[in-house]
C-alpha cells in the first residue's frame, strides 16, 4: 500500500512538472510562430500537419507498447525528447525580411512607411496610431538608400551637402547611401494606402539639414532602422525567392516542431494510462490525479508570460527566451521523477486489432468517437487563434494593454487551468456519476457555443479572462470524460492502443481540422465573425447529440450495455 501510495505522488508530481515545463511553449506557439513571418494560413496548415502526425503517432506507439511491453522506456525517453526539442526551438531563425519605405523630397521631405511598395506592406489602422502617440520617445531612424542619381543630384543641390563627388558606378544599383533622419511623429500624407511622416531632420556624414526640401520632386526606397516599433511593424516585410519551401529556416522550425510535437503527442497518450494501472479500480479518482497538471499548467503560463514581457524590450517584437529555458530545466526535473514511478507493463495479445475494431460495431462508441473529433475541431479554434483573436482586440481597441499582452495571454491560461479545469477534474467522477457519459459529452459541445459567442462579442481583452472559467467544461471534463470512457470500453489487451487512439482523434482529427477551418475563415473573415461560425456550429452539435440521447432506446450513461 505505501509503495502505490508513494508511486501515486510520484504521478501527481509528474503531472505539475510535466504539464507545467511544457505549458507555455504550448500557448504561446501560434504567437512564437506569428512573430517568426508565418502567416495565420501557413500556421493553420503547420498545425494541421502536426495534429495528423500525432494522429498517426499515437495508436502506433499504443500498439508497441501493448505489444513489446516497453512502455517504461518510451515514456521516459520522450518526456526527455519534449524538453530537448523545445529549448532548441530558442536558436531557431525567423523568416528572412526585409523594411521597405520610400523617401520623398519636395517642399517637405515624407518618409512613407507604409506605402504598399509591390503590394506587401501592411495596411496603417488606428490601433497602431494609438501605438504611435502613446510613444513619448522621439522617433530617428537610418535609413540605406538606393542612390540613384536624380535624388542624389538633388539630395547636393538643395541640402548643400559639401561632398557631392559620388566615388561609385552610377550604374549600380546595390550602391546605397546611409543618412540619418528624426521624424515628426503626427501624421502628414493620408492617400489611399499611403501614410507618411515629415522628417524633422535629415543628417548626411557631417552636414544636418533641418526641415529639408527639394527645389524638385525627387524620391527612392529605402531600408529603414527606426527606434519605434511601429513603424519598423509597418515596414517591415517577409521576402524571399521561390516557395517557403526552399529556405533552410522553415525547415529548421518544421522538423524541431514536428519532434516536440511527437514527444509530446506520446508523453500525453502515456501518462494517462500508467495513471489508470496505478489507480487500480478506482477509475473515478482519475481526475483527482489529472488536476494537478492543470494547476501546473495555469501557474507556470501565468509566469511564462509574465517573464516574456518583462525581458522584452519592445511591445510588440516579445523575447520568448525565458520560457525556453524554463522548460528545459523543469522537463529534466520531471524526468528524474518520471524515472522512478512504478511503471506496469501491459500483457500482449495476438487479438489486439481485432479486439479494437469489433469496438467500431457499437454505436456508442461511434458516437463517442464523433464526439471526440468535434470536441477537437472547437478546441483547435481555442489553441491557435485565440491568443491571436486578443491580440487583434488589443491592437484596434486597447493599444494601451500592448506592454503585457504576454501577461494577460498568461493569466488567460492560468483562469482555464487553475480556475476552470482544476476543479472540474476533481469533481469529474462525481459530476458523471450524476449525469452520466454522453451527458457531459453534450454538456462540452454547448458550453463551447457560449464561449465562442462570447469571445465574438468581446471588444476589450481583459474581459476573455472570466469566459476563460467555462474551460474547466469544455477541456476539464471532457478530458475526464473521454480517458474514463476509453478506459472502460477498452479490452484488456489494449488499454494503451484504445487511450492512445481517442486521444489521436481528439488531436490528429479534431485539431487538424479546426486548426485548418480556423485558420482559413481567421484570414478571410476575421476573429470575431470566426468564433460566431463556429458558435452556431457548436450550438448545432449539442442540440443534434441530445436529440440522440432522447430518442435512443437504450441507456446511453455510461458504458454499462458495452461491457
Known amino acids: ?63 508497441i507498447v501493448d505489444k513489446f511491453r516497453v512502455k517504461r522506456i518510451m515514456f521516459l525517453v520522450f518526456v526527455l525528447t519534449c524538453g530537448l526539442t523545445a529549448f532548441v526551438l530558442n536558436f531557431i531563425q525567423k523568416l528572412p525580411t526585409k523594411t521597405a519605405a520610400i523617401l520623398s523630397c519636395n517642399t517637405t521631405t515624407i518618409l512613407n512607411v507604409c506605402s504598399n511598395v509591390d503590394g506587401q506592406l501592411p495596411e496603417w489602422d488606428d490601433s497602431l496610431k494609438k501605438l504611435l502617440m502613446n510613444n513619448s520617445m522621439s522617433i530617428t531612424c537610418q535609413l540605406y538608400c538606393q542612390s540613384n542619381k536624380s535624388f542624389w543630384d538633388e539630395m547636393c543641390n538643395s541640402w548643400s551637402v559639401e561632398y557631392c563627388v559620388p566615388q561609385y558606378n552610377m550604374n549600380t544599383s546595390n550602391n546605397l547611401t546611409f543618412l540619418n533622419v528624426s521624424l515628426f511623429k503626427s501624421l502628414t500624407d493620408e ?58 529556416q522553415f525547415w529548421e522550425y518544421f522538423i524541431v516542431m514536428s ?50 514581457d518583462y525581458f522584452s524590450d519592445s511591445d510588440i517584437h516579445k523575447n520568448y527566451f525565458p520560457i525556453y529555458y ?60 485565440l491568443f491571436w483573436h486578443m491580440e487583434d482586440l488589443t491592437q484596434k481597441y486597447h493599444s494601451e494593454k500592448q506592454s503585457w499582452i504576454k501577461t494577460l495571454q498568461g493569466s488567460a491560461i492560468g483562469i482555464q487551468c487553475i480556475g476552470g479545469e482544476m476543479p472540474f477534474l476533481f469533481f469529474s467522477g462525481w459530476i458523471i456519476k450524476r449525469i452520466g457519459h454522453m ?3 453534450a454538456l462540452g459541445l454547448f458550453t463551447f457555443a457560449i464561449r465562442f459567442y462570447l469571445y465574438s462579442i468581446t471588444t476589450n481583452p481583459v474581459w476573455i479572462l472570466p469566459i476563460e472559467f467555462t474551460n474547466g467544461i469544455t477541456f476539464g471534463l471532457f478530458h475526464a470524460v473521454m480517458m474514463e470512457y476509453a478506459r472502460i470500453v477498452a479490452p484488456a489487451s489494449a488499454t494503451t492502443t484504445v487511450v492512445g487512439f481517442s486521444g489521436a482523434l481528439f488531436e490528429g482529427v479534431g485539431i487538424s481540422l479546426g486548426g485548418l477551418i480556423g485558420g482559413f475563415f481567421y484570414e478571410k473573415f476575421g476573429g470575431i465573425s470566426t468564433f460566431k461560425l463556429f458558435s452556431i456550429g457548436s450550438l448545432l452539435m449539442s442540440t443534434l447529440h441530445v436529440l440522440f440521447i432522447v430518442l435512443s432506446k437504450k441507456n446511453l450513461n455510461g458504458a454499462g450495455i458495452i461491457n
Open 1 to 63: 500500500m505505501f509503495s502505490v501510495n508513494k508511486s501515486m505522488l510520484r504521478m501527481k508530481c509528474h503531472y505539475f512538472l510535466y504539464l507545467g515545463g511544457i505549458a507555455s511553449i504550448v500557448g504561446f506557439s501560434p504567437t512564437i510562430a506569428k512573430q517568426m513571418g508565418y502567416s495565420p494560413m501557413l500556421v493553420g496548415y503547420l498545425y494541421t500537419y502536426l495534429s495528423i502526425l500525432s494522429f498517426l503517432v499515437k495508436p502506433i506507439i499504443g500498439l
Open 191 to 248: 492617400i489611399g494606402n499611403n501614410y507618411g511622416f515629415e522628417v524633422k531632420s535629415v543628417q548626411s556624414k557631417e552636414t544636418q539639414v533641418l526641415f529639408p526640401t527639394c527645389l524638385k520632386p525627387v524620391s527612392t526606397q529605402c531600408e529603414i532602422d527606426c527606434s519605434n516599433d511601429v513603424i519598423m511593424e509597418l515596414a517591415t516585410i517577409t521576402v524571399f525567392k521561390g516557395s517557403i519551401f526552399g529556405l533552410h
Open 259 to 308: 519532434l516536440f510535437w511527437v514527444s509530446q503527442a506520446i508523453t500525453w497518450s502515456l501518462q494517462d494510462p500508467i495513471c489508470f494501472d496505478l489507480l487500480g479500480v478506482k477509475l473515478e479518482d482519475f481526475g483527482k490525479q489529472r488536476c494537478w497538471g492543470s494547476i501546473s499548467w495555469g501557474l507556470f503560463s501565468i509566469l511564462g508570460g509574465a517573464l516574456v
Open 326 to 385: 524554463l522548460c528545459l530545466i523543469i522537463i529534466l526535473c520531471d524526468f528524474v521523477v518520471a524515472y522512478k514511478i512504478k511503471i506496469t507493463e501491459t500483457i500482449g495479445s495476438k487479438n489486439t486489432l481485432s479486439d479494437i475494431f469489433k469496438l467500431l460495431t457499437n454505436v456508442n462508441v461511434v458516437i463517442y468517437f464523433v464526439w471526440i473529433i468535434l470536441m477537437g475541431v472547437c478546441t483547435a479554434m481555442v489553441w491557435n487563434y
Open 439 to 441: 451527458y457531459c459529452m
